[in-house]
């Protein structure tokens, strides 16, 4: 899972095209990327003065350069030119796995503090700490990047504090989310290519976090990973106390 650096120099480039929402990359001079949504008709000022707002960065400062041929940029404005593509361009993306990851592997407990500690990090610390913290968040993401996409959800959606932490980091939303959501929904395309995200692991999965599977086979099957992943927000319960992890 991708973290954070950044630097003068901004590129975007559209990634998927989406009715709704455009889902675009931010690859940051260096190699580093980040994931954003821009509405259809969000400007290019709209995108400078986020950036400028969450990276610290003036808009006089940004270099931005606008790439993909899915889209194009008229008068500040985004237009959908009617292309059918599933993959604009990756850059420096994280790699896929070599090898498909193994559902049945049960995660070990440095696996389990890794997913913690990426959780809570980009819960609850500021952009200038995960900046300090970018050598250690890259290594645990790294560290993990062999578990599979539901194995890693089942570790989030079973622990009371990680279920809060996710919340906290999709309702803070921006770039952060961004990026912790566009690096989970590439391995759940990896492993949805390879016929790695069998019925039988989705039953198991909603069995062990405590939903109806009924609830997330429709996201799942049309690969829809953003709803899939919001939907586990918003539908797995929380239990006891867990006002206690608020962050």
Same mark, same amino acid.
């Given at each position: 899972?991708?973290?954070?650096?950044? =630097? +003068?120099?901004?590129?975007?480039?559209?990634?998927?095209?989406?009715?709704?929402?455009?889902?675009?990359?931010?690859?940051?001079?260096?190699?580093?990327?980040?994931?954003? &949504?821009?509405?259809?008709?969000?400007?290019? %000022?709209?995108?400078?003065?986020?950036?400028?707002?969450?990276?610290? %960065?003036?808009?006089?400062?940004?270099? $931005? +350069?606008?790439?993909?041929?899915?889209?194009? !940029?008229?008068?500040? $404005?985004?237009?959908?030119?009617?292309? &059918?593509?599933? &993959?604009?361009?990756?850059?420096?993306?994280?790699?896929?796995?070599?090898?498909?990851?193994?559902?049945?592997?049960? /995660?070990?407990? #440095?696996?389990?503090?890794?997913? =913690?500690? +990426?959780?809570?990090?980009?819960?609850?610390?500021?952009?200038?700490?995960? %900046?300090?913290? #970018?050598?250690?968040?890259?290594?645990?993401?790294?560290?993990?990047?062999?578990?599979?996409? /539901?194995?890693?959800?089942?570790?989030?959606?079973?622990?009371?504090? !990680?279920?809060?932490?996710?919340?906290? *980091?999709?309702?803070?939303?921006?770039?952060?989310?961004?990026?912790? =959501?566009?690096? !989970? #929904?590439? =391995? !759940?395309? &990896?492993?949805?290519?390879?016929?790695? /995200?069998?019925?039988?692991?989705?039953?198991?999965?909603? #069995?062990?976090?405590? *939903?109806?599977?009924?609830?997330?086979?429709?996201?799942?099957?049309?690969?829809?990973?953003?709803?899939?992943? $919001?939907? %586990? *927000?918003?539908?797995?319960?929380?239990?006891?106390?867990?006002?206690?992890?608020?962050?």
């Amino acid at each position: 899972m991708k973290m954070f650096k950044w =630097s +003068i120099a901004l590129f975007v480039c559209v990634m998927f095209q989406q009715i709704q929402a455009i889902d675009v990359m931010v690859e940051v001079a260096g190699g580093y990327e980040v994931f954003m &949504e821009m509405e259809p008709d969000e400007t290019l %000022l709209n995108l400078q003065e986020q950036i400028a707002l969450e990276l610290n %960065l003036p808009i006089d400062e940004q270099t $931005v +350069i606008v790439k993909g041929s899915a889209y194009t !940029l008229e008068e500040g $404005v985004w237009y959908d030119q009617g292309y &059918e593509i599933t &993959e604009a361009r990756r850059g420096n993306s994280r790699k896929a796995t070599s090898e498909p990851r193994n559902y049945q592997a049960k /995660l070990a407990p #440095k696996e389990k503090k890794d997913i =913690s500690f +990426i959780v809570t990090s980009l819960a609850s610390k500021s952009y200038a700490s995960l %900046l300090m913290l #970018k050598p250690s968040l890259d290594a645990a993401g790294e560290r993990i990047n062999h578990v599979h996409p /539901l194995r890693f959800l089942m570790a989030i959606f079973t622990d009371e504090e !990680l279920k809060v932490g996710i919340r906290k *980091i999709h309702s803070n939303g921006g770039m952060i989310w961004g990026d912790f =959501s566009g690096g !989970l #929904k590439e =391995s !759940l395309a &990896e492993e949805a290519q390879r016929g790695n /995200l069998t019925d039988a692991c989705v039953k198991d999965f909603a #069995k062990q976090i405590g *939903i109806d599977s009924a609830i997330i086979f429709p996201a799942i099957r049309n690969q829809k990973w953003n709803d899939f992943i $919001v939907t %586990l *927000i918003k539908k797995v319960p929380r239990k006891g106390d867990s006002d206690r992890y608020d962050m």
